[in-house]
């Protein structure tokens, strides 16, 4: 059907598309309100030093994808609910908590999803909390390139006091490399707005949806209503194509 040929239609039965779509957009907006809501709560960290050498930053980069699995896992995520005082079912251990790393920012985004959230905003600080204890509980390199350096025999001969300054110096140029240092960037805060239902959207495609029942009801019941009946148009076929005047010449012949 053209939109020309629809245009008569909707002028016809307005009053019926409009009504089924706002008792379906009403419908929807009572199951949506009614429904249980989810708040969502994010944390960023920042993965290794703010400014540092190539190395380094790519190796911070690699780590971040490390700690955004470490986010998700089901012992950290148990860890930084217990934290904020929360008891997570096993489904919610699994799909509440999000995280994502980017090479080139180094950003880990963790995220949070809650039915409170007050308490959305604890777990994800409590996750941030737990992987910056993580990094500092690391255990230190077995080769200490510093120890190894200080028993050269060329700086074994120095006084003490030059193998102080040569230690210090050392330690601060190849002590600890701070690539998998975790500083926290962006605490999360509870949220205000729910993230589902998304009440506004389903309000809207359920009025579509209602009034694309209503038109398609419609476009049926015109339709039908335009098809003659079968009977009577053979009926008209036979009257029309065999007239009374030949009938009766065709039998008059045959007897």
Not at 36 to 50: D, F, H
Not at 92 to 100: E, G, L, P
């Amino acid at each position: 059907m053209s939109a020309a040929g629809f245009l008569p239609l909707v002028r016809r039965w307005w009053w019926l598309l409009g009504g089924c779509a706002l008792l379906a957009a009403l419908v929807a907006w009572v199951l949506a309100a009614t429904a249980g809501k989810t708040y969502e709560a994010e944390a960023k960290l920042l993965v290794g030093p703010v400014n540092a050498d190539y190395p380094t930053l790519q190796a911070s980069g690699a780590l971040g994808r490390t700690y955004a699995e470490l986010a998700h896992s089901r012992h950290v995520v148990v860890a930084a609910a217990r934290s904020a005082g929360e008891e997570l079912t096993r489904k919610q251990v699994d799909t509440a908590v999000t995280a994502s790393s980017n090479d080139v920012t180094r950003i880990l985004d963790v995220r949070v999803r809650y039915s409170d959230p007050e308490a959305a905003a604890k777990i994800a600080m409590g996750l941030a909390t737990h992987l910056i204890q993580l990094r500092r509980q690391a255990p230190a390199p077995e080769a200490d390139p510093v120890e190894a350096l200080m028993r050269e025999p060329a700086i074994a001969e120095l006084s003490r006091a030059r193998q102080r300054g040569i230690r210090e110096a050392a330690i601060h140029v190849v002590g600890r490399s701070p690539a998998g240092d975790l500083h926290l960037v962006q605490g999360p805060v509870p949220p205000r707005d729910a993230v589902s239902p998304r009440v506004a959207l389903l309000v809207l495609l359920a009025a579509l949806a209602g009034a694309l029942a209503a038109a398609t009801y419609v476009i049926v019941r015109e339709g039908a209503s335009v098809i003659p009946d079968r009977e009577d148009s053979l009926d008209d076929f036979e009257v029309e194509s065999f007239p009374p005047s030949w009938l009766d010449e065709a039998r008059g012949g045959g007897a």
